[in-house]
T-cell receptor
């Protein structure tokens, strides 16, 4: 079965600084990968997704993520963080065969200092 | 579209009481999912439906939990009797079609507190 690890429980950055949130997955074949964001008091919203092709994918709100097969990683990046980016970020993996139900990581809480 | 609608947004109840959470998926979506989120266990899939039929309820923690989807526009998650360890945020999500190309759309959640 597939699994997802987000090694950082909390990340603190200053507004305007760059951001990278880590995500590592475990799956035998090429997975489908997602990043979701959860703002306080809200449900999860899809930021971006990777299925195939270009390993660098662009998402909403200026986020991007890069799929690295050799490292089993799908890290989320943003060049300049805004205070409104403070939220919980979830990486998810879907097996390329089977029920296509996502497995979510435990999440990384992003704190943005002014 | 109004998105996935959940009610109530907050529920406080006493141990032993029945709790019913409600969800209205996005119109036209064939799949509906119920999740539970806690600090200890993260986001857990409880059950999901396809065209109103329960497909996988292996995530339902015990018999105290039940879910129904009487029609395409309404689903309930019921806990009877409730216990303090059921305190969590419960999310409903819908998807237009199963498969990796279709994202899940989440509701705002119901925060349940059982005292």
């Amino acid at each position: 079965a597939q699994s997802v690890t987000q090694p950082d429980i909390h990340i603190t950055v200053s507004e305007g600084a760059s951001l990278e949130l880590r995500c590592n997955y475990s799956y035998g074949a090429t997975p489908y990968l997602f990043w979701y964001v959860q703002s306080p008091g809200q449900g999860l919203q899809l930021l971006l997704k990777y299925f195939s092709g270009d390993t660098l994918v662009q998402g909403i709100k200026g986020f991007e993520a890069e799929f690295k097969r050799s490292q089993s990683s799908f890290n989320l990046r943003k060049p300049s963080v805004h205070w409104s980016d403070a939220a919980e970020y979830f990486c998810a993996v879907v097996a390329s065969g089977g029920s296509y139900i996502p497995t979510f990581g435990r999440g990384t809480s992003l704190i943005v200092h002014p | 579209d109004a998105g996935v609608i959940q009610s109530p947004r907050h529920e406080v109840t006493e141990m032993g009481q029945e709790v019913t959470l409600r969800c209205k998926p996005i119109s036209g979506h064939d799949y509906l999912f119920w999740y539970r989120q806690t600090m200890m266990r993260g986001l857990e899939l409880l059950i999901y439906f396809n065209n109103n039929v329960p497909i996988d309820d292996s995530g339902m923690p015990e018999d105290r939990f039940s879910a129904k989807m009487p029609n395409a526009s309404f689903s309930t998650l019921k806990i009877q009797p409730s216990e303090p360890r059921d305190s969590a945020v419960y999310f409903c999500a819908s998807s237009p079609r199963q498969g990796p190309t279709y994202e899940q759309y989440f509701g705002p959640g119901t925060r349940l507190t059982v005292t």
